[in-house]
């Protein structure tokens, strides 16, 4: 079945440490999406990427890197300058069209955690 | 403040009970998504909403986009416990070449049997 999958589903994140989701997907969309999600804050546009090998910072992209050296991956790295990694983070990809919008397809999720 | 409003940011109703979510943007809509969520799980699409007056229907959940493409509804008939869950909205606001959305902070569903 085609899909999006996010791994791991739990991670824990020490002081200092960088950290690194992964996001994979098999529905051969061109964009990919990386979400943080907080209680009461809905969600939040860290970075996207329209094609392969270029990508663009959302709204919340400080202490955030990503890659797209693939079409199928879209890795997010949580670096030690994000100060308050702890939420919900969800990617999707989509594959919009010229004359028409398609939805977004979300993963499961990777909650992370400071230890 | 903020772009997409939605209300209520919470909703406890009686199974069997209809219900109404709105999605009020600040901005003309160019598309209106409605997804669900389970807690700590990924989001379900629902429906997509283009064209201002337009309405479309999945089984007992209907959602609306208003003639001036400013307001989304999302309505439940006869709820069921399976209806439990965070309903967000999320808005794209420009057309061909611009792919981000905005989401509400979403409305939270429990359902009681």
């Known amino acids: 079945d085609g899909g999006i999958t996010q791994s791991p589903k739990y991670l824990f994140r020490k002081e200092g440490q960088n950290v690194t989701l992964s996001c994979e997907q098999n529905?051969?969309?061109?964009?990919m999406y990386w979400y943080r999600q907080d209680p009461g804050q809905g969600l939040r546009l860290i970075y996207y990427?329209?094609?392969?090998?270029?990508?663009q910072k959302g709204d919340i992209a400080e202490g955030y890197s990503v890659s797209r050296e693939k079409k199928e991956s879209f890795p997010l790295t949580v670096t030690s300058a994000q100060k308050n990694p702890t939420a919900f983070y969800l990617c999707a990809s989509s594959s919009p069209h010229r004359g028409g919008n398609q939805p977004q397809h979300f993963g499961d999720g990777t909650r992370l955690s400071i230890l | 403040s903020q772009e997409l409003e939605q209300s209520p940011q919470s909703l406890i109703v009686q199974e069997g009970k209809n219900l109404t979510i709105n999605c009020t943007s600040s901005k003309t809509l160019y598309g209106l998504y409605w997804y669900k969520q389970k807690y700590g799980e990924g989001l379900i699409f629902l429906m997509m909403?283009?064209?201002?007056?337009e309405e479309k229907s999945h089984e007992k959940i209907t959602a609306k986009l208003d003639e001036k493409k400013q307001q989304s509804s999302l309505h439940i008939t006869a709820s069921q416990p399976s209806h439990a869950g965070i309903y967000l909205c999320g808005a794209l606001y420009s057309g061909a070449g611009s792919y981000q959305l905005t989401f509400g902070k979403g409305t939270k569903l429990s359902v009681i049997p």
């Open positions: 909403l283009q064209k201002g007056g």
């Open positions: 529905l051969n969309h061109d964009a």
């Open positions: 990427s329209q094609i392969v090998n270029d990508f």
